[in-house]
């Protein structure tokens, strides 16, 4: 299995599509954005420019970009990097170019996203992943990453075949060399829950009280809603039989005192564009794993109730 040169394809290139994308192209990398519309069009004529704070402006020029149904290659590493709502088309594509050595990482905030893919995809490799970045899609052919912050986990589930451990081992130096700072894991579940428990409290509370990550760092309703819907996921984690390394709450509250204000997630600016939302996912699933896990969920349930009168759910 050669793992110096891996090709890779990135479905999906709006906020974290175009940044793991961009960086991995920026660094040499065989890269191919599957994408479509007028954001497709622009990147096929201009290229892909992700504006940073940090570091400037990332320009990739050329960029292959295409139609995901012109792929007709067999990636190394496939990236999911769609909504939650975009799974389907996700799932059909990995069907067709997947192949026995590719890697299939989708990073999406819904936490178990990849055993649901891989139940529908016998004899591909569906990882598990997450993403802690700030970035979301300008104007086409535009991402705009106002944040430093840019972290991936990925790993295998307990029990799933790590034939291609060597292949994921190689792509976490692979990143790092393109300034993503990427963790191949032992425990993508903790892991990934982790990273659920910050961004489904900060959406669930942004969203309910209608603030932003100002709002959090300060003492008040939305701080103790934001620690008390923590603590949900925390115990919800517990009965699921997952160990966390770390004090959730305390490693929340560092990560949101960090943030610059006026920031949102993904989904609060979803809900905010009038579009679909990933609120089922993030919310509604929390109050569904409660009941089938018997942990109480009582913010979650109050939110999730206020959500589906909102429409949301
Ligand atoms: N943005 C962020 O800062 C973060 C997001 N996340 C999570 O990452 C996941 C992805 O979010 P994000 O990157 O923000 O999403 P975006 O909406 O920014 O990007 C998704 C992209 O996928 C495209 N897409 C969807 N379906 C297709 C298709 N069939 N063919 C081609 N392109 C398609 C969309 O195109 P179109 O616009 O045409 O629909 C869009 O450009 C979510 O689960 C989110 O919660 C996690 C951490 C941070
Ligand atoms: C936690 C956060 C806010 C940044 O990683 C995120 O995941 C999102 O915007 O969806």
């Given at each position: 299995?050669?793992?110096?040169?891996?090709?890779?394809?990135?479905?999906?290139?709006?906020?974290?599509?175009?940044?793991?994308?961009?960086?991995?192209?920026?660094?040499?990398?065989?890269?191919?954005?599957?994408?479509?519309?007028?954001?497709?069009?622009?990147?096929?004529?201009?290229?892909?420019?992700?504006?940073?704070?940090h570091r400037?402006?990332?320009?990739?020029?050329?960029?292959?970009?295409?139609?995901?149904?012109?792929?007709?290659?067999?990636?190394?590493?496939?990236?999911?990097?769609?909504?939650?709502?975009g799974l389907?088309?996700?799932?059909?594509?990995?069907?067709?170019?997947?192949?026995?050595?590719?890697?299939?990482?989708?990073?999406?905030?819904?936490?178990?996203?990849?055993?649901?893919?891989?139940?529908?995809?016998?004899?591909?490799?569906?990882?598990?992943?997450?993403?802690?970045?700030?970035?979301?899609?300008?104007?086409?052919?535009?991402?705009?990453?106002?944040?430093?912050?840019?972290?991936?986990?990925?790993?295998?589930?307990?029990?799933?075949?790590?034939?291609?451990?060597?292949?994921?081992?190689?792509?976490?130096?692979?990143?790092?060399?393109?300034?993503?700072?990427?963790?191949?894991t032992e425990?993508?579940?903790?892991?990934?829950?982790?990273?659920?428990?910050?961004?489904?409290?900060?959406?669930?509370?942004?969203?309910?009280?209608?603030?932003?990550?100002?709002?959090?760092?300060?003492?008040?309703?939305?701080?103790?809603?934001?620690?008390?819907?923590?603590?949900?996921?925390?115990?919800?984690?517990?009965?699921?039989?997952?160990?966390?390394?770390?004090?959730?709450?305390?490693?929340?509250?560092?990560?949101?005192?960090?943030?610059?204000?006026?920031?949102?997630?993904?989904?609060?600016?979803?809900?905010?564009?009038?579009?679909?939302?990933?609120?089922?996912?993030?919310?509604?699933?929390?109050?569904?794993?409660?009941?089938?896990?018997?942990?109480?969920?009582?913010?979650?349930?109050?939110?999730?109730?206020?959500?589906?009168?909102?429409?949301?759910?």
């Amino acid at each position: 299995m050669n793992t110096t040169n891996l090709k890779f394809a990135i479905f999906g290139v709006g906020g974290t599509g175009g940044v793991i994308g961009g960086y991995l192209a920026n660094a040499g990398n065989d890269v191919t954005f599957l994408a479509r519309g007028a954001h497709l069009a622009a990147m096929q004529k201009d290229g892909l420019t992700i504006h940073t704070n940090h570091r400037g402006d990332i320009r990739i020029k050329p960029c292959k970009a295409m139609l995901a149904d012109d792929y007709h290659d067999t990636p190394d590493v496939l990236f999911i990097c769609v909504k939650y709502y975009g799974l389907d088309a996700a799932i059909a594509l990995t069907r067709r170019i997947a192949g026995p050595d590719t890697l299939v990482i989708p990073i999406l905030n819904v936490f178990g996203t990849g055993a649901v893919m891989q139940e529908k995809l016998p004899g591909k490799t569906v990882l598990d992943g997450c993403i802690y970045v700030f970035a979301k899609r300008g104007g086409p052919g535009i991402i705009e990453q106002p944040q430093e912050i840019l972290r991936v986990f990925y790993g295998f589930r307990p029990g799933q075949c790590d034939r291609l451990a060597p292949k994921a081992a190689a792509l976490e130096n692979i990143m790092r060399a393109a300034d993503i700072h990427a963790h191949f894991t032992e425990d993508i579940q903790r892991d990934a829950l982790t990273k659920f428990s910050f961004v489904s409290p900060m959406g669930a509370a942004g969203l309910y009280f209608g603030v932003t990550s100002e709002a959090f760092q300060v003492p008040g309703e939305v701080r103790e809603t934001f620690i008390g819907l923590v603590k949900e996921v925390e115990s919800l984690g517990h009965a699921m039989g997952i160990t966390f390394d770390r004090d959730l709450v305390a490693t929340d509250l560092r990560l949101m005192d960090a943030f610059a204000p006026g920031l949102t997630t993904s989904m609060q600016r979803d809900v905010a564009a009038g579009g679909p939302s990933e609120f089922k996912g993030l919310v509604s699933r929390i109050v569904e794993l409660g009941e089938k896990y018997h942990v109480p969920t009582p913010l979650y349930q109050k939110i999730n109730d206020w959500g589906k009168a909102q429409g949301l759910a």
